[in-house]
């Protein structure tokens, strides 16, 4: 007898039978298609690798130019000090160091004051030693140019630091208030100050330390000043020489400013209240 099965049965009975599933790819079939996913991603893994290799390569013969420069810079400086340093070439260059010095004062003066003290002090040393008898020339021509950039330096940055006011009868109040009453507010020693005052400090030798409030240049835009206490804020007038009182909003961001500046806050966008043109209008 001949028993008659549906197709479908029939599909069904020969898996069974032979072990091939339905819609199933042959071993042979499927062990190649594996073999060739393998060889693929060999492949993209050996280009990744020669491509790493090769940036490698450029990467070292980069930093092998740039040393290479360096060292001729290095060279050509020492070669120069050297020459400097020879009785002959020393009658040369000290004039023209003398002339450098002149010039960076008077560019000096007619800038922003900031770090006045700092600035001015480095010039005037230099300009001591230049006059000195026995003065090396290379020396002094080193520390003009370490004083050039220096300067160029300050007009790239953000720079805050401490001081007194710029307000003529406001200037040393704090340290006023500290020689009156060393625990009065306005005075407000911290507690490494009030350590040095017990252990017989005089007030005096903490004067340098007692700074009536902040000041922070913006490269050679903007100079401002925040009282200690932030209640009052000043910026400098380039065309009147004069400090001029800040509004409440610009004296809100000058605190924040401040803060940043000093590290005491997390860095953000910084605004400040500048002039330019010759009516000294005002921008941000």
């Known amino acids: 007898m001949v028993l008659t099965l549906p197709a479908r049965q029939l599909a069904m009975c ?10 199933a790819v042959p071993a042979s079939q499927a062990q190649a298609q594996d ?4 060889t693929t991603s060999l492949a993209s893994q050996y280009e990744s690798v020669l491509k790493e290799i090769s940036d490698r ?3 070292v013969l980069l930093r092998e130019y740039y040393l290479t420069e360096q060292q001729k810079e290095i060279d050509s400086l020492a070669a120069r000090l050297a020459l400097a340093n020879d009785s002959s070439a020393s009658e040369e260059l000290l004039p023209m160091v003398r002339e450098m010095v002149a010039e960076l004062e008077k560019v000096m003066v007619a800038d922003l004051p900031f770090r006045i003290e ?6 005037d040393d230099l300009r001591d030693d230049l006059q000195a008898e026995d003065v090396l020339v290379s020396d002094v021509y080193r520390r003009a140019l370490q004083l050039y950039g220096f300067e160029v330096a300050y007009g790239l940055q953000v720079g805050s630091y401490s001081g007194v006011s710029p307000i003529a009868d406001r200037q040393g109040n704090r340290f006023q208030a500290c020689m009156a009453d060393p625990d009065s507010p306005v005075c407000d020693l911290n507690k490494e100050q009030r350590q040095a ?4 400090a005089e007030m005096e ?4 330390q007692l700074y009536d409030g902040n ?3 913006f490269g050679r835009l903007a100079l401002l000043y925040l009282e200690r206490d932030s209640s009052e804020g000043y910026r400098y007038n380039e065309a009147t ?20 500046a000093r590290g005491e806050s997390a860095i953000g966008t910084m605004t400040a209240p500048i002039q330019i043109g010759e009516g000294g209008s005002d921008a941000s």
């Open 215 to 217: 000041y922070i240049h």
């Open 118 to 123: 700092r600035r001015f002090g480095l010039l």
């Open 241 to 260: 020489k004069q400090w001029d009182p800040l509004s409440n909003s610009e004296l809100l961001g000058l605190r924040q400013n401040v803060r940043i």
């Open 35 to 38: 073999q060739s996913q393998t």
């Open 205 to 208: 030798d903490l004067q340098s």
């Open 14 to 23: 020969a898996a069974a039978c032979f072990g091939i599933a339905l819609g």
């Open 57 to 59: 390569r450029t990467n």
């Open 197 to 200: 005052l017990a252990t017989g």
